[in-house]
């Protein structure tokens, strides 16, 4: 590390679309399309996996970036990998689907080991879209389909420097994150230490540092009129919120960023988006709550890396 120089960062960013079955709604696409490259094509280098994109996304992103972003693989509408600002896939690294869904359990993934240029080194992006909890096929458990789905990710993170990011459609605190079958996606970094000093031949994977868990709200959080008189923009509570008036839980962080914790000390901010920079885009509406109409039912996710170049 050079002294006094100061790091490059490189943004990673998830977000929903909100396109179920690759659907197409022209007028939105163009909306939001507008909206990424304002906030996205600044060129700091990004890597972004969106979920739920329909078939003409590609194309309709390179036409109004002219190619400041590209779409490297996608996964039919589950998932997509975009680059953009000079990251680029690692020279040798093929961005690829993994995972064996068995009996219409589980769901492929996208892996790939990208860098920028002068960086002097790559991380491993694994881009996911779990299942959600109404998706779960006749007699399957949703224990065992997310053991698949962990069982993928396991397999292309192999233990290198990596960042898992996309929509997880589980809360931080629900076993399919941080269980230690599954995920095991930490809150506290202290505890990563503790666990890797005491690992033993009984442990199949290390766990991963999840830095989500601060947005979880808490009780003595202020009222949205006080957050108003101190918040210019509107501030969420999560990532989805499930409108059902039953409901005892309403606000869900399903979208979220976990690191390896080789990549702890790298991360700089870590922030829930309302309004997309470089653009006039509110995603949410006064309250907090998604713009489904105009944009997503999903709010995006957005962490800063940053690196000192080698």
Same mark, same amino acid.
């Given at each position: 590390m050079k002294e006094g120089k100061e790091p490059d960062r490189v943004h990673?960013?998830? %977000?929903?679309?909100?396109?179920?079955?690759?659907?197409?709604?022209?007028?939105r696409l163009k909306r939001i399309c507008r909206a990424l490259v304002g906030h996205l094509g600044g060129g700091t280098p990004v890597i972004a996996a969106f979920q739920e994109v329909p078939e003409a996304f590609e194309q309709e992103l390179m036409a109004v970036s002219n190619g400041q972003l590209q779409v490297v693989q996608r996964l039919s509408h589950h998932v997509a990998l975009v680059? *953009?600002? *000079?990251?680029?896939?690692?020279?040798?690294?093929?961005?690829?689907?993994?995972?064996? =869904?068995?009996?219409?359990?589980?769901?492929?993934?996208?892996?790939?080991?990208?860098?920028?240029?002068?960086?002097?080194?790559s991380i491993r992006v694994i881009a996911v879209h779990h299942p959600s909890k109404m998706e779960l096929p006749p007699g399957a458990s949703r224990g065992g389909r997310m053991l698949t789905c962990a069982d993928a990710v396991r397999e292309a993170w192999n233990g290198v420097p990596a960042v898992i990011l996309g929509d997880l459609n589980a809360n931080p605190y629900e076993d399919e994150v941080a269980g230690r079958d599954w995920l095991w996606g930490l809150r506290?970094?202290?505890?990563? @230490?503790?666990?890797?000093?005491?690992?033993?031949?009984?442990?199949?994977? =290390?766990?991963? %540092?999840? =830095?989500? %868990?601060?947005?979880?709200p808490e009780a003595g959080w202020p009222s949205l009129k006080e957050e108003a008189a101190h918040h210019s923009q509107p501030l969420a509570r999560g990532t989805f919120h499930w409108h059902d008036d039953k409901a005892s839980l309403k606000w869900h962080l399903l979208d979220q960023i976990l690191l390896s914790a080789d990549l702890a000390d790298q991360l700089r901010t870590l922030r829930i988006l309302t309004t997309?920079?470089?653009?006039?885009?509110?995603?949410?509406? =006064? @309250?907090?709550?998604?713009?489904?109409?105009?944009? @997503?039912?999903?709010?995006?996710?957005?962490a800063a890396m940053a690196f000192h170049k080698e």
């Amino acid at each position: 590390m050079k002294e006094g120089k100061e790091p490059d960062r490189v943004h990673l960013f998830t %977000w929903n679309l909100n396109f179920p079955g690759g659907r197409e709604d022209t007028e939105r696409l163009k909306r939001i399309c507008r909206a990424l490259v304002g906030h996205l094509g600044g060129g700091t280098p990004v890597i972004a996996a969106f979920q739920e994109v329909p078939e003409a996304f590609e194309q309709e992103l390179m036409a109004v970036s002219n190619g400041q972003l590209q779409v490297v693989q996608r996964l039919s509408h589950h998932v997509a990998l975009v680059v *953009g600002g *000079g990251a680029r896939p690692a020279q040798g690294s093929q961005v690829c689907a993994i995972g064996s =869904p068995k009996g219409g359990i589980g769901r492929r993934i996208l892996v790939g080991d990208f860098t920028v240029e002068g960086l002097g080194r790559s991380i491993r992006v694994i881009a996911v879209h779990h299942p959600s909890k109404m998706e779960l096929p006749p007699g399957a458990s949703r224990g065992g389909r997310m053991l698949t789905c962990a069982d993928a990710v396991r397999e292309a993170w192999n233990g290198v420097p990596a960042v898992i990011l996309g929509d997880l459609n589980a809360n931080p605190y629900e076993d399919e994150v941080a269980g230690r079958d599954w995920l095991w996606g930490l809150r506290d970094r202290a505890d990563i @230490s503790r666990v890797r000093e005491g690992r033993n031949a009984v442990d199949l994977h =290390p766990p991963l %540092w999840n =830095p989500m %868990w601060r947005f979880l709200p808490e009780a003595g959080w202020p009222s949205l009129k006080e957050e108003a008189a101190h918040h210019s923009q509107p501030l969420a509570r999560g990532t989805f919120h499930w409108h059902d008036d039953k409901a005892s839980l309403k606000w869900h962080l399903l979208d979220q960023i976990l690191l390896s914790a080789d990549l702890a000390d790298q991360l700089r901010t870590l922030r829930i988006l309302t309004t997309l920079d470089g653009s006039n885009a509110c995603l949410a509406k =006064p @309250s907090g709550i998604p713009d489904k109409n105009m944009y @997503s039912d999903h709010l995006p996710v957005q962490a800063a890396m940053a690196f000192h170049k080698e």
